[in-house]
């Protein structure tokens, strides 16, 4: 009896004691742990080194320097005749403008009492070549104020922005002929008088680009606008074929060799790179169709051509992932293929439809590729549309091809901007992406 | 133990709503039913019973054309309702399932409120002039349903969050909305618990009054219960047919015989 109840004593094992087989398992677990989070630690810590590059080296192009100046608006430099007639002051070029720009800074350098060795000509060098037609179109559109002394503020130039946010210093411009010492020390005072200073730069968002010889003026404005037609085209036509096609293979197609060999074509042009589709919106749509160049609406029908099988690839998944058991329930009560599809499948799929709608629409947004090939790139969108017919047919630029055009050109001051329009363009990925993820939550079906 | 259905069944109608003929139903190569005749009677209750894929959801299929959803499925031979064949090339299927009601194996309440799953047979088939005669359509299907009490204060709340019993009796209420003269049910209580199935066996008999219903069921106690009339089927053939009680006491055919004493199964 004692041995029977010793001996399964001695081959019981303790559930306080681990066996070999469960430590050599837990330590497997702890290092398939280890080995995740460690990829995850890894991920964060490039996301993190990407965000910090971006914001240090973009935050720039948000401020600009910008200087305080009195002008007056000289009646005999402006208004010969003095008649006030929009069409002779008209006649006036910026170059006219020039003397009185000089004149302010002169005014305010004896004002001050700042000493310095500058001709008056040359101290409008720290101004933006901007300033003058800044002055024109104001008078332009106030003819009446012509004689009165008016307050600006003018960009400074690039160099000068440079010089405030330590780009430029005064051993780095030693054979720039765009500043001088003389003109730094000018800046110097100006900024200790407070009529020279650093602030906020709304236009950076909202204005057009520049020609190379004025970045302190460009801003991702105007390509914002031609991306925004060109995800109009995008939303308009991808959307209602993508999805009707998907529905049409999805829920009334046969199953036949026909439609597997669409069925892979669909999947296959996914993968295709946006460059190919590029070359064919330009063979085809400006080539062929003689559509203008650069025009949001060839961009967009190219994007178009390459958000498709996007939207049909996750149309389609939503619209399997409604349960059969629903179209039965409709055919059972007497509904068309048609009702069942539109009443009942087609509400169900709509949050899948729409959130891969959103993510191909992210997707297009940010392609640059294509835009290449029709004329997006290198164009210098300097008016923003009028219209919605301009705006889709008048060339312009788009946010990333902006981007791309600005990170090719010569000065610093043009890098810091691409950094900037990258900022913008991640902003509205990351705000598309999440309304994406919102309404999938939002939505998911409950059974 | 059937005698009051037998006696039921002595005295009831004899007039046939259903009438098939030959029915052969091919999926791609698998012959699923093999020279299926058959006469389902109106205001009856008409019970499929046999072992599983022996083809009896394939047989309720074909009576309202579900099997056309199949894109590999093939049916000949004749089926007839009220002498009117449904395969007939004029045959909309869309107004023959409004005419054959259906309720399947899962309930499958649409993803919407209770009254909107009642009221959206009766809405794509234009019977209601306005709202409040779709509300009567509605309550009278509900009460039908046997579930107007159970849910006649939440009527707008979704069809999805009753319970299975609950989600079957609104299908069948779901079902009966379009008055159809037919009514099929696939193993309509495979997913319910005893309770929820003897509420609605119960209404499958009050059903009868109006009516023709055919239940395909695997459990003889149930055929037995409700169906006036049983047809047992086995690989694709239908063996025997006839009145439940002589089904279930002195089966004719061999294989009824042993499936009924469970040495098929
Ligand atoms: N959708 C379908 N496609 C192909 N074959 C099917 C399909 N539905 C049923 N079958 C076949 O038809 C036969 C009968 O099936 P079914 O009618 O569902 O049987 P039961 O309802 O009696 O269990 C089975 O052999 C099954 O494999
Ligand atoms: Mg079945």
């Not at chain 1, 902003?427 to 999440?434: A, E, G, P």
């Not at chain 2, 009831?12 to 299926?36: E, F, L, M, P, W």
């Not at chain 2, 299907?141 to 609104?170: C, F, H, M, Y």
């Not at chain 2, 086995?234 to 499936?259: A, C, K, W």
Request: with cysteine; charged share 20%; net charge neutral.
């Amino acid at each position: 009896m004692t041995d029977a109840i010793q001996k399964p004593e001695k081959k019981k094992s303790s559930l306080l004691q681990l066996d070999a087989r469960t430590r050599t398992r837990n330590a497997a677990e702890t290092r398939f742990k280890a080995y995740g989070m460690i990829a995850i630690a890894f991920g964060l810590l490039m996301l993190s080194i990407l965000v910090f590059n971006i914001v240090t080296r973009g935050a720039g192009a948000y401020q600009q320097t910008f200087v305080a100046l009195e002008v007056e608006l000289l009646a005999g430099k402006l208004d010969k005749k003095g008649n006030r007639d929009l069409d002779d002051i008209k006649k006036v070029s910026t170059f006219g403008y020039t003397p009185l720009l000089s004149n302010a800074l002169e005014a305010k350098v004896i004002e001050l009492g700042i000493e310095t060795d500058l001709k008056a000509k040359k101290m409008v060098g720290i101004l933006s070549k901007s300033a003058a037609a800044q002055v024109r179109d104001y008078v332009l559109n106030n003819p009446n104020k012509i004689g009165e002394t008016i307050g600006f503020e003018f960009l400074a130039s690039s160099r000068v922005d440079g010089y405030l946010k330590g780009r430029v210093n005064r051993d780095s411009i030693g054979n720039d002929k765009n500043i001088s010492p003389a003109q730094l020390d000018l800046v110097d005072a100006l900024k200790a008088e407070g009529s020279l200073a650093k602030r906020f730069n709304m236009s950076f968002i909202t204005g057009s680009d520049a020609s190379d010889a004025r970045p302190e003026a460009a801003g991702m404005g105007t390509s914002m606008i031609g991306s925004f037609f060109m995800m109009l085209v995008v939303l308009v036509l991808a959307l209602p074929i993508g999805v009707a096609a998907s529905i049409y293979l999805e829920e009334f197609a046969p199953k036949n060799w026909i439609t597997d060999i669409i069925e892979v074509n669909i999947s296959n042009l996914a993968a295709v790179p946006s460059i190919v589709f590029g070359i064919l919106g330009l063979a085809v749509f400006i080539n062929y169709m003689h559509l203008p160049n650069s025009a949001p609406l060839v961009g967009g029908l190219v994007l178009t051509l390459m958000t498709l099988p996007t939207i049909i690839i996750s149309t389609r998944a939503s619209l399997k992932a409604v349960p059969p058991s629903i179209r039965d329930a409709a055919l059972g009560v007497g509904a068309s293929k048609m009702q069942s599809v539109f009443h009942h499948v087609l509400p169900l799929a709509a949050p899948g439809i729409l959130t891969g709608t959103i993510i191909g629409l992210a997707q297009a947004l940010g392609e640059t590729a294509p835009l290449l090939l029709i004329g997006m790139v290198g164009f210098i969108a300097s008016n923003p549309p009028d219209s919605i017919a301009t705006g889709l047919l008048s060339p312009n630029s788009a946010m990333p091809a902006q981007i791309y055009e600005w990170a090719k050109r010569a000065d610093p001051a043009f890098y810091e901007r691409a950094w900037g329009g990258i900022i913008i363009l991640l902003v509205f990925l990351v705000t598309m992406n999440t309304i994406a993820v919102i309404l999938r939550r939002r939505f998911e079906r409950r059974w | 133990m059937n005698d009051k259905n037998i006696m039921e069944s002595h005295m009831g109608t004899t007039a046939i709503k259903i009438s098939a003929r030959d029915v052969q139903v091919y999926y791609g190569d698998n012959h699923a039913i093999k020279d299926v005749s058959i006469d389902i009677e109106d205001k009856t209750v008409t019970a499929f019973i046999g072992p599983s894929g022996c083809g009896k959801s394939t047989f309720l299929r074909c009576l309202n054309r579900m099997n056309d959803t199949i894109d590999i499925c093939k049916v000949t031979g004749s089926i007839r309702i009220d002498d009117e064949d449904i395969y007939d090339r004029r045959v909309d299927p869309v107004q023959l399932r409004a005419k054959v009601g259906m309720v399947f194996q899962k309930p499958n309440p649409f993803p919407k409120s209770i009254y909107d799953n009642v009221a959206y047979g009766p809405r794509i088939h234009g019977l209601a002039q306005n709202k409040a005669d779709l509300d009567e359509i509605v309550e009278r299907a509900l009460r039908r349903g046997a579930i107007w009490n159970e849910v006649k204060d939440r009527l707008q709340s979704p069809g999805t969050g009753l319970s299975g019993g609950q989600q079957q009796r609104l299908c069948i209420a779901r079902a009966v909305a379009t008055e159809p003269e037919v009514l099929l049910m696939d193993e309509p209580c495979s997913a319910l618990d005893p309770i929820a199935t003897a509420q609605v066996e119960e209404l499958i008999d009050e059903l009868r009054q109006s009516f023709s219903v055919v239940i395909v069921t695997h459990s003889m106690q149930q055929a037995a219960r409700v169906s006036q009339k049983t047809a047992f089927f086995h690989l694709g053939n239908m063996v025997e047919y006839g009145e439940t009680g002589q089904i279930f006491t002195t089966p004719q055919d061999p294989r009824t015989e042993s499936y009924i004493t469970g040495r098929i199964g």
